[in-house]
């Protein structure tokens, strides 16, 4: 007789409203919309300069969660 399959138990999934402001860390802001969510402003930067330089038409903010302010990066 064979084993009955088990899966291992799957951690829910942390889900970001565009609507909503995070709570912590750095995201980026994308022509006005929260996209992703980074754990340090150096990494947000990074992603940030990879964007502008394949899209420059972006106008592209990193919002930090702690402070509860936007800045623009160019």
Do not use: C, W
Not at 29 to 56: C, I, M, P, W
């Amino acid at each position: 007789m064979k084993k009955p399959l088990t899966l291992p138990d799957e951690e829910p999934r942390k889900i970001q409203r565009a609507d909503v402001p995070p709570a912590e860390g750095f995201t980026l802001v994308v022509d006005g919309h929260f996209k992703t969510q980074y754990n340090d402003e150096a990494s947000a930067k990074a992603a940030a300069a990879e964007l502008l330089t394949r899209y420059k038409m972006l106008q592209i903010e990193i919002y930090d969660a702690a402070k509860r302010e936007r800045t623009r990066f160019s």
